[in-house]
């Protein structure tokens, strides 16, 4: 075994293995500029909790990918990631998408609402967080950003939605713990229908 | 191996103008991929089962969207997402049919993005074909559903020519009852297609489902004034009232006139690979009342000629019974 290959000098080759790879992406939007007209560039801005970010962006990544592993907002979960389970809840232009089922590329001139934009800016939580707390919604917790985030869209367009409403808006996030109507009574004290 | 929850590197391309679109998609032609909604989509570049190299989302082609009213009717733009069309206070009032359908579709997540052409050019759900198995429609030269032990619970009882998958459209048979057309645009110009003919069974072309090819793009959908205002029943049997594909789905629409079906138009979806007109039924009720005696006087001939599967005999009945409620409503 060659002795100079340390754990340490391993580590910092990678390290530097990444570096280069990460340069060559400078490489690849030069050339991108080369392509037919109308292919996407990778660097954009995005709007997401009303702060513009700009990110380099491939272009078959899922806004749930960008969100989680480039912006660091990893409240908005992973489930399924195939669109059939609803814990991707986010909302754009405050109407409800799947983010693993969404390119980032088709929301660059749209306004991205996840879990972490709800609260205030003195940290005060949102509504629908508050009375969710307070009805004990969630079980284990994994489909909560979903719920939370389908819940605030509803309320946007039906303040006062009645419980059968509310069940067919939230219906689009699975629960696998099954607390759906303790997530309904959480709705239900959102929109001040329980004291 | 690949990571299954990320797509292979792909170029993606954003139109604003349906004449860059169609020069796109005649450009890439079999290595191109349209993309509306995405919903059909991601699922098979995510699982490899298929893998184009570029796509072209449509989305950004503002003068594909909205609904219209037309002299004749109304025009519906490709890209209105399915909440749009079952929101839509004319579509809600005059071709409710339509509006039923719509909001039978997947999840409210789904129908926010979903877009009515996605919804009638998606791809088939058969299972063994959505797993990227070499089967009939997927060029190869045998069909894993139709054997002892292929599970073919949700597949076709009539017309299967070796594919036995089934549409998957909620929308599609509502569009057939409603006469709608279609309107395709290619570079070679703009062709319209009724309903009707737009899908196509196996027997005409295994590989693909609607008459749209490579190169074309379902710009939108027209429905004459013909049933605006008709009678009409809607229901999608399926195993969960969310997300799911339909067992059994019924769009009809009828004209009453003097207590008596006048005409009528009766369609089903999910009972073969294209939205089946039940025309027996139709010309049976010619005439009659819209009771229990007329549906009595008809029952069992929907599902006449059916050839059922191993595991779908209970298609059958079902069929009969949307037909009977159609009827009853």
């Not at chain 1, 590329?105 to 749209?110: A, G, L, N, W």
């Amino acid at each position: 075994m060659n002795a100079k290959l340390t754990r340490r000098r391993f580590i910092k080759g990678v390290i530097f293995v990444g570096a280069a790879a990460s340069s060559g992406a400078g490489f690849y939007l030069a050339s991108a500029a080369n392509r037919p007209a109308g292919g996407v560039e990778r660097l954009i801005t995005l709007n997401i909790n009303g702060r513009s970010r700009r990110v380099d962006v491939m272009p078959q990544e899922t806004l749930a990918h960008t969100l989680r592993y480039k912006l660091g907002l990893t409240g908005t979960k992973l489930g399924c990631n195939r669109g059939e389970c609803g814990a991707c809840t986010v909302l754009i232009d405050d109407v409800t998408n799947y983010a693993c089922s969404t390119l980032t590329h088709m929301v660059k001139s749209r306004q991205v609402t996840t879990v972490e934009g709800l609260r205030a800016a003195d940290g005060t939580l949102h509504p629908v967080q508050q009375a969710f707390i307070e009805e004990l919604s969630p079980q284990c917790g994994f489909c909560t950003p979903g719920q939370i985030m389908a819940t605030v869209s509803l309320l946007k367009s039906n303040p006062r939605p009645s419980r059968d409403e509310a069940r067919k808006a939230l219906s689009g996030n699975l629960c696998r713990c099954g607390a759906y109507d303790h997530y309904l009574n959480g709705v239900m004290r959102a929109s001040g229908q329980l004291s | 191996m690949p990571s299954y929850d990320n797509m292979p590197e792909m170029e993606l391309y954003q139109p604003v103008q349906i004449q860059d679109a169609v020069s796109l998609a005649a450009r890439l032609a079999e290595r191109g991929w349209l993309v509306g909604g995405g919903q059909d989509t991601y699922g098979w570049i995510k699982d490899r089962a298929k893998r184009p190299e570029a796509l072209i989302d449509l989305t950004g082609i503002e003068s594909m969207r909205g609904i219209r009213e037309t002299a004749d009717g109304i025009e519906i733009g490709a890209l209105t997402t399915l909440t749009e069309i079952h929101s839509n206070d004319m579509i809600r009032s005059q071709y409710g049919v339509l509006a039923e359908a719509a909001e039978a579709v997947a999840s409210p997540q789904i129908r926010n993005v979903g877009t009515l052409a996605g919804n009638v050019s998606q791809d088939v759900r058969c299972w063994y074909y959505r797993r990227g198995l070499q089967c009939y429609r997927a060029g190869g030269n045998l069909c894993y559903a139709d054997t002892p032990e292929g599970q073919n619970r949700e597949h076709a009882l009539f017309n299967a020519s070796r594919c036995v998958a089934v549409t998957p459209s909620d929308t599609g048979p509502a569009l057939v009852a409603l006469e709608a057309t279609m309107v395709i645009n290619s570079e070679s110009g703009e062709r319209t297609v009724a309903a009707e003919d737009f899908f196509v069974g196996p027997d005409v072309d295994i590989e693909n489902p609607t008459v749209l090819r490579s190169g074309e793009i379902l710009t939108a959908v027209r429905i004459p004034a013909k049933w605006a205002n008709a009678d009409y029943f809607y229901e999608k049997v399926a195993d969960r009232n969310v997300w799911d594909f339909a067992l059994v789905s019924l769009a009809s629409v009828m004209r009453i006139e003097g207590g008596n079906i006048a005409d009528s138009r009766m369609v089903c979806g999910a009972v073969e690979c294209t939205p089946r007109r039940l025309t027996a039924v139709e010309s049976a009720v010619r005439g009659m009342p819209r009771n229990k005696a007329t549906a009595d006087s008809v029952a069992g001939m929907a599902s006449e000629g059916a050839r059922p599967l191993n595991f779908n005999h209970f298609k059958m009945p079902l069929m009969d019974n949307l037909v009977e409620r159609s009827l009853t409503a």
